[in-house]
Each structure stands twice: as structure tokens, then as C-alpha cells.
């Protein structure tokens, strides 16, 4: 994060105040700065986020004892799907090889990534959805697994509630697809498969003022407008939870008979 803000905060609160008081407070006030332009600058894919992301890839592929021949072809489509060049696809595959090691500190991925996404909730719905086809590569969820993604979604501000529903969206429910071969592509064609209220993060006892409300959160969480630059496939993707939860609330609106 840029620290720009902060000394010329700093800088300015001393000529005004003549103190050390005067030059924390613009410090401070910097700082508030630099936090919000960082969160409104558009994130790019350069390495700041592929080495960790295919760090932490590795780590999860390796949590549960071993990697699969299932993991390896989730972790090669997220390459393809996110069109890494060569030099890319090489520091990819190095960070996913030092992130199998036992003694990786995976901390530290996390928290690169945590950085990545400046606090930004799409952001961090974003790292989730393309770590979730690996987490499930193998069908059931390993509890090792389970655990390690929990402390992603801890540092980056996500419940477990969120997870679910997130993890609803692309069609996997109790750690399996709702349908075999199901997948990122296929999320719209499984929309009248999932419950819509998993997909809201809603209990089907929810009251129509809540449903509502989540529904709206989620829109604004999930907007695609709102990444900037990164891949074409990774806007699609946040296109399709959007057609999801339209979906999913469009559904419940008809079962609850509200507008």
C-alpha cells in the first residue's frame, strides 16, 4: 500500500499545528487516504496475486496427505481459465510446487492475498470462486481442507455462511455438485437445481423484509462492474453469480407470492 498519503498528512499537519500531535493526526488522516484510493484502484492478476493464489492452491492440494491427478487438472483449467502467459504459468507452477512442501508457510500466501483484495468484499468472493473447483476436485470435502479455507475466508472477512452460499452458487452443496460434470459453465443451467435460499444464504423460514435485504447485499457484493481490470473470465464469472442470485431470488419471490 502506497504511503503517500500518510507523509504528506504528516507533513501538513506539522506546518499547521507546529507539534507532534499536528503531524499524527495528518498521519492518520494519510492513512484513511491511502486505504481508500487503494480500495478504488482497479486490482490487476500480475504476481502480487498469481504467486500466492497457486501458493495457497498448492497448500490446499496438499492438506489432506497427498495431490491428486483431480487437483492437478482443477489447478491446470485455473491457469487456462485465467489466460496466464508463459512467464505466468512458470511462477504459477513454482508457488504451487513450494506450497505442496510441509513445512510451506502458508500464512503467508493468505496473507498476500489478503492484501490483494484492500478489504474489498468482491474481491475476496473472487479469490474464493476460483479456489472452490479445486476444493472440491475429489468430491467430498476433506476436513483438512475444509480448515485451511476456513482460515482464508477468516482473513478475508468471509463467513462460513458466505462460503456456503458461494459455494451454492457454482452447484456444490453438502461438498459435492448437485450434478456430475457440473461446473462454472454450466451455474446457469443449474440454477432450477439449487435451493434458492442457499444461494441467499437464507433459511427458508426467513421472513420476506430479510430475504429482500439479502438479496440486495449480495447484488452489491457480487456486481461485476465493480473488477476492474482482470480477465474476461473472471468477469463472466461474476456475471453468473449475479444471474444466480437474480435466479434464485426470482424463484423464492414466486414461492413467497411478494414482489
Given at each position: 500500500?502506497?504511503?503517500?498519503?500518510?507523509?504528506?498528512?504528516?507533513?501538513?499537519?506539522l506546518i499547521l499545528f507546529h507539534n507532534p500531535i499536528g503531524l499524527l493526526?495528518?498521519?492518520v488522516l494519510g492513512h484513511i487516504y491511502d486505504v481508500g484510493i487503494a480500495r478504488l484502484r482497479p486490482p490487476t492478476m500480475g504476481?502480487?496475486?498469481?504467486?500466492?493464489?497457486f501458493a495457497f492452491a498448492g497448500a490446499l492440494s496438499k492438506s489432506d496427505g497427498r495431490v491428486s491427478e483431480q487437483e492437478i487438472a482443477a489447478t491446470e483449467s485455473l491457469m487456462a481459465r485465467l489466460r496466464?502467459?508463459?512467464?505466468?504459468?512458470?511462477a504459477a507452477v513454482a508457488r504451487f510446487t513450494a506450497g505442496k512442501e510441509t513445512d510451506f508457510p502458508v500464512h503467508?500466501?493468505?496473507?498476500?492475498?489478503?492484501?490483494?483484495c484492500h478489504g474489498r468484499r468482491d474481491l475476496a468472493f473472487l479469490v474464493l470462486d476460483l479456489l472452490l473447483d479445486l476444493v472440491h476436485a475429489e468430491g467430498p470435502l476433506a476436513p483438512a481442507k475444509l480448515a485451511l479455507l476456513r482460515k482464508l475466508c477468516w482473513a478475508l472477512g468471509v463467513s462460513d455462511h458466505e462460503l456456503a452460499a458461494l459455494s451454492a452458487m457454482k452447484g456444490y452443496t453438502g461438498g459435492t455438485r448437485d450434478?456430475?460434470?457440473a461446473g462454472p459453465r454450466a451455474a446457469s443451467q443449474g440454477s432450477m437445481r439449487t435451493d434458492p435460499y442457499a444461494v441467499l444464504g437464507m433459511d427458508r423460514s426467513a421472513d420476506e423484509r430479510a430475504i429482500k435485504r439479502a438479496y440486495r447485499k449480495l447484488m452489491s457484493q457480487h456486481h461485476p462492474d465493480k473488477l476492474g481490470?482482470?480477465?474476461?473470465?473472471?468477469?463472466?464469472?461474476a456475471e453468473d453469480r449475479a444471474r444466480e442470485i437474480n435466479a434464485a431470488y426470482e424463484r423464492v419471490k414466486s414461492e413467497r407470492g411478494f414482489k
Open positions: 500500500m502506497s504511503i503517500t498519503g500518510k507523509l504528506i498528512g504528516a507533513f501538513i499537519g493526526i495528518g498521519a504476481t502480487g496475486f498469481i504467486e500466492p493464489l496466464l502467459d508463459a512467464a505466468q504459468r512458470r503467508l500466501a493468505i496473507a498476500d492475498l489478503k492484501s490483494w450434478a456430475p460434470g481490470d482482470v480477465p474476461d473470465e473472471l468477469k463472466r464469472r
